[in-house]
């Protein structure tokens, strides 16, 4: 069982900065592959960005060259670091930790990005 949870979010402004974390308990952490999604209001879920446990990334299109996630496996913690934010990046941000071998997946309870003026 892993247990996620999610901070960092808030109210930002066009352009500016945010950066989450997302602190798992409960197992081996360096297991699992990492992710990020993000839900819009009266939009579905949607990845944004992923980190292997060998620390590979990969980036939905729409963030690329604007977001970059990270993991530090000795802290148990995965980040996304948030640059250049436009008002479509506001959501619900959620981390998702999954482990194929073992077909399991877990879900934090998310944490809310507003970008506005």
């Known amino acids: 069982q892993v247990q996620l949870v999610e901070s960092g979010g808030g109210l930002v402004q066009p352009g500016g900065s945010l950066r989450l974390s997302c602190t798992a308990s409960?197992?081996?952490?360096?297991?699992?592959?990492m992710g990020w999604y993000r839900q819009a209001p009266g939009k579905q879920r949607e990845l944004v960005a992923a980190?292997?446990?060998?620390?590979?990334?990969d980036y939905a299109d729409s963030v690329k060259g604007r977001f970059t996630i990270s993991r530090d496996n000795a802290e148990n913690t995965v980040y996304l670091q948030m640059d250049n934010l436009k008002p479509e990046d506001t959501g619900v941000y959620y981390c998702?930790?999954?482990?194929?071998?073992?077909?399991?997946?877990?879900w934090g309870k998310g944490t809310l990005v507003t970008v506005s003026s």
């Open positions: 998702n930790a999954a482990l194929a071998a073992l077909g399991v997946d877990y």
């Open positions: 980190i292997t446990r060998r620390a590979v990334p």
């Open positions: 409960g197992s081996i952490f360096s297991s699992y592959l």
